[in-house]
T-cell receptor
């Protein structure tokens, strides 16, 4: 089974802090994704990566950056956290090929105070 | 028009009934279709996938795909209260050069009343 592990289930940070969310997958997947999910807004793609050191902006990249130094690890960085970044953050991964589903981690519920 | 559309619900069915969840998509380049179940406060969990026109059954779940009409549906037979969740439809669309993108619908909330 695919295992996608997010470093924290719950996280509380303060406004202006630099926040790191970590995600590790164990299936040698090429593609990794970061989403945020808010009530009534569905899943919104922040960034994705299709290879080591490669990244592409999703639909809502403002205020975020990412890092993929190793194939199994994809980090989301909030450069200067703001209260409107309070949300559920979900990491996902999948392999190459149009028939591959995404597999999700357990999510990190981030609160910015 | 959204690329993947679902009725937000809530859809309410009595225990033991068939729950029918629908999803329409706009891009005819869509190649593969997935259903995820998401319990409140949890992450989406893959429950079904379908690639070809017709029906695909797995236990109490049946996925149906009609590419001509551009819809995919999920039927849940003998619905149980534990099936109460939000169901997300997802579609993989080829972009060319071997690449593809995944589009998620906003989800349909299902309540199964005991």
């Amino acid at each position: 089974d695919v295992k996608v592990t997010q470093s924290s289930r719950y996280l509380v940070k303060r406004t202006g802090e630099k926040v790191f969310l970590e995600c590790v997958q164990d299936m040698d997947h090429e593609n990794m994704f970061w989403y945020r999910q808010d009530p009534g807004l569905g899943l919104r793609l922040i960034y994705f990566s299709y290879d080591v050191k490669m990244k592409e902006k999703g639909d809502i990249p403002e205020g975020y950056s990412v890092s993929r130094e190793k194939k199994e690890r994809f980090s989301l960085i909030l450069e200067s956290a703001s209260t409107n970044q309070t949300s559920m953050y979900l990491c996902a991964s999948n392999g190459q090929g149009v028939y591959q589903p995404q597999h999700f981690g357990d999510g990190t519920r981030l609160s910015i105070l | 028009q959204k690329e993947v559309e679902q009725n937000s619900g809530p859809l309410s069915v009595p225990e033991g009934a068939i729950a029918s969840l629908n999803c329409t998509y706009s891009d005819r380049g869509s190649q593969s279709f997935f259903w995820y179940r998401q319990y409140s406060g949890k992450s989406p969990e893959l429950i079904m996938f379908i690639y070809s026109n017709g029906d695909k059954e797995d236990g109490r779940f049946t996925a149906q795909l009609n590419k001509a009409s551009q819809y995919v549906s999920l039927l849940i037979r003998d619905s149980q209260p534990s099936d109460s969740a939000t169901y997300l439809c997802a579609v993989n669309i080829e972009k060319g050069a071997g690449g593809f993108k995944t589009i998620f619908g906003a989800g349909t909330r299902l309540f199964v009343k005991a």
